[in-house]
Nanobody, 119 residues
Framework: QVQLVESGGGLVQAGGSLSLSCAAS????????MAWFRQAPGKEREFVAS????????VYTNSVKGRFNISRDSAKNTVMLRMNSLKPEDTAVYYC????????????WGQGTQVTVSS
């Protein structure tokens, strides 16, 4: 059974930093991408960043470029999101996601972790 478990959310002041971690288990993720999404109250879930598991190619949504960094530790089946210069508009529940195949959308999801940025 595939499981994605996020950790590291919390409350931080604007301008501060937080690191999120996602531990994946239940199958090998050696050929698929993993990503972070977020959902703010009253808004749709949106893409934040993704990383290919083998090549390390990363993609970011424009609003977080230069502030967030996604990385992975293949040996530990873990994906991290380092968030710097946080803004109140970054407040959301952050979800870890993984593809089931290299050609699919993100089929596996974590339970989410709350990030709150106070002004």
């Amino acid at each position: 059974q595939v499981q994605l478990v996020e950790s590291g959310g919390g409350l931080v002041q604007a301008g501060g930093s937080l690191s999120l971690s996602c531990a994946a288990s239940g199958r090998t993720f050696s050929s698929v991408s993993m990503a972070w999404f977020r959902q703010a109250p009253g808004k749709e879930r949106e893409f934040v960043a993704s990383i290919t598991w083998t090549g390390g190619t990363t993609v970011y949504t424009n609003s977080v470029k230069g502030r967030f960094n996604i990385s992975r530790d293949s040996a530990k089946n873990t994906v991290m999101l380092r968030m710097n210069s946080l803004k109140p508009e970054d407040t959301a529940v952050y979800y870890c996601a993984a593809q089931s195949t290299a050609y699919s959308w993100y089929n596996y999801w974590g339970q989410g972790t709350q990030v709150t940025v106070s002004s």
